[in-house]
């Protein structure tokens, strides 16, 4: 009889539950791709079986996205709501994921480690950015089948027992089903690894070097049926369960301007990009990557520390090119570079399981209780937890500290408007929503000429644009503004009538191209319309799909989800136990491999306390260069009262330097988006600098440089500015002409926050 599943697995999953159950409830508004999700399954809860959807762009196929998570919300959504049904799948997804890890790290570590592992990776970040952040319901399914499949694959290859692939098999076509990325590249950095592991152990991995790799070789030709029946039976599922998305792929390719994205960036020269995308998910991995990589660099594992290795290269993005060497230019420019980062994670988990086991109760614990006492293990041990505990909760409040959506909209006034008079007769459009414009479609019957899934959009004017949206065109800078004016300036070509603007920048674009005010609804948004624009013709033009696609679209993925659960029905007493014998670690050294993660450990903290004292010793307060950018950054978000704060104190009030802005900079003051800046300091004193800053803005009609003296003065605590002394300029003398032969002058123009007289 097999041993139980550890408690600790039991622990992991009501965490789960209970964390990220919680969470969920206020971050969901907030995350990146949520809402788009949703969007897809409120398509199908109202036709589940018409591949066409008309409310985004022109029209779309939703053909064009892997539909079984779209499709659970829908079924879900009859119950509780669409919202509901998000959450619901997602911590389903979540509390699959941590039984994955728990049964993927037993082909590594022993059971006890995986149980911490199943622990450990409800709180790792990257699964926390993925959820909470992103909102990447496809991804965290997709991993979690995969991360399950991957033991009954490697016991197929092992055992040949046939129950261990039919199991995989549909682990893995349900994988297909929920997101074709993952299985593909999952194939190379999970499924080839682990099957030239279960291959390896068949043969043997002690002895010389040269017998090895004989015995290896006999192995994997004497198993070609092995091979055949399994890629065969993949295959099979990659092609027929989403064949109508391949079949829209090879027709109708994608064929647009690529969009930049932050995971292709350099992550030295564009350190926010490295913190988003590198150093966000990889967390307290980063501190683990020795004892890691030493557990992986052994016989036995070398195939997947060559696989943790070239993902976390791939990870860098445009770092360094060797990333776009191995995909190619067309790949790299394509894919979201970040997706290798996660993956690498998903590797290292099982291995970090096996560092707090041993540090627990193992000889990682009696080794610095031996050697330096229970107080430096005791101190140590809540170190650790507190930065895991600590990461996890920055990551999940992550939007306070950065705000990456607007304040949540309540849409049900703008549902209304559309809804009465027939307004629904004509397409609509949304400025400064975020991803919340989904949550709007998803609301009403209403078309939009905009979208949030832009590998589905065909509309020319998009296309050609690196803009993913048309409402957060502002952000792309003369580029986005310029394809947003092609829908304002014409717009009956798509029988545009209605902007709802939630982002008074574009008013004077809207202004220019002869949209009018209609009202502000309550809930703050303001209504902006077109005159004389044709209403939507009765029958729209939508691209043929072959019924029996549509049909194939709508059963099978479903169905193979159904036959999984059927599955893991029958084996639910064998599921949560290693299917064969463990296998023992042969060439692990914890000697070495605590001495170079303690180095290691060192070296970050000596990293990490450098920088620290660099930002420190040049904050604003003492570098003037970022004193200035800092100005301008408070400038940009019209934080008046941060820009305030730079300058020197009682020298001029808050309400005054506020009013004169108001006064003075018009456009840019109200409507301008910093794009660049350069500081120029021709004249440097002890304590006094004379600098010259040109600012490049961009407004919604046109780019402006702005050239601004400024004057900074040092003081004990550091660099501040000297506020401008917004001196009134002298105007012409304006006559008044009284009942006599005199004559009266104005004087100069005194603007003042006091009353006028």
Known sequence: MPPKADRLLLIAILLALLLHGSALLYNLDFTYDAFVHIFFADHYARSWFDPWEYRWYTGFPVTSYPPLVHQLIALLSFVGGLKFGFIIVILGALCFFVIGIYRFAQLWVPQRSAAYAALFAVLASSIIQTIHIYGQLPTMLGIACLINALPEVYAWFRTRQPRYLVLGIALLWVTVASHHVTTIFGVVFFIAP?????????????????????????????????????????????????????????????????????????????????????????????????????????????????????????????????????????????????????????????????????????????????????????????????????????????????????????????????????????????????????????????????GNY??????????????????????????????????????????????????????????????????????????????????????????????????????????????????????????????????????????KSNRWLFLWTILVLIITSGVGLHNMLHSYRRDPVLLLQAYYHALDFKQYEEAHDYFIPGKISLDEYVLQLSVRDGLLASYGKLDSIAIKMPQKHRDTIHAKVMSWWVTPLEKYLVQTDFKLVRDHNGWLIDPPSFEAPIVADEHMEKGIVSFHSQGRRVISTGNTR
């Not at 390896?200 to 010389?208: H, I, M, N, P």
């Not at 306070?400 to 006034?413: E, F, G, N, T």
């Not at 065109?473 to 709802?500: A, D, M, N, R, V």
């Not at 603007?501 to 809930?523: H, I, M, T």
């Open 194 to 450: 682990i099957i030239a592991t279960a291959l390896l152990d068949v043969a043997g991995f002690e002895g010389r070097f040269r017998e090895v790799v004989r015995q290896f070789i006999i192995v994997v030709i004497n198993r070609w049926f092995q091979f055949f029946s399994f890629f065969s039976l993949l295959v099979a599922g990659i092609v027929t369960i989403i064949f109508p998305y391949w079949y829209w792929s090879k027709t109708d390719p994608i064929s647009q301007v690529p969009i930049p994205h932050g995971s292709r960036d350099s992550f030295i020269a564009v350190p926010s990009s490295g913190l988003m995308f590198f150093l966000i998910p990889m967390g307290f991995t980063i501190l683990m990557l020795p004892f890691i990589f030493r557990s992986l660099y052994n016989r036995r594992n070398i195939f997947l520390g060559l696989s943790f290795t070239l993902l976390l290269i791939l990870g860098t993005g445009g770092t360094t090119p060797i990333p776009k060497m191995i995909l190619g230019n067309n790949a790299f420019n394509i894919l979201t570079l970040d997706r290798f980062t996660f993956w690498a994670t998903v590797i290292g988990i099982s291995f970090i399981g096996d560092f707090f086991r041993r540090l627990v109760e193992g000889d990682i614990r009696a080794r610095i209780i031996s050697r330096y006492g229970r107080l430096v293990y005791h101190s140590l041990f809540l170190l650790l937890t507190c930065v895991i505990a600590g990461q996890a909760l920055f990551i999940l409040n992550f939007h306070k500290y950065r705000s990456l959506q607007p304040a949540s909209i309540d849409v049900q006034p703008i549902v209304n408007f559309l809804n009465r008079d027939e307004h629904n007769r004509w397409r609509f459009m949304t400025l400064g929503f975020g991803d919340q414009m989904a949550w709007l479609s998803a609301q009403t019957n209403a078309l939009s000429i905009d």
């Open 454 to 591: 832009h590998s589905a959009r065909r509309v020319p004017e998009m296309t050609t644009r690196p803009l993913e949206r048309l409402e957060n065109s502002k952000f792309k800078g003369i580029p986005g503004l310029g394809s947003l004016q092609q829908f304002l300036t014409i717009p009956e070509k798509y029988h545009l009538k209605f902007i709802f603007s939630n982002d008074k920048f574009y008013d004077p674009l809207l202004y220019f191209a002869g949209w009018e005010r209609v009202q502000r609804l309550e809930n703050g948004i303001m209504v902006w319309q077109k005159h004389d624009i044709p209403p939507l013709p009765t029958i729209l033009p939508r691209k043929y799909i072959q019924p029996y696609q549509a049909k194939m679209w709508a059963v099978l993925p479903v169905s193979t989800f159904i036959i999984l659960v059927t599955l893991l029905l029958i084996n639910r007493k064998r599921y949560l136990f290693h299917p064969f014998l463990p296998v023992t670690d042969t060439s692990y050294h914890p000697d």
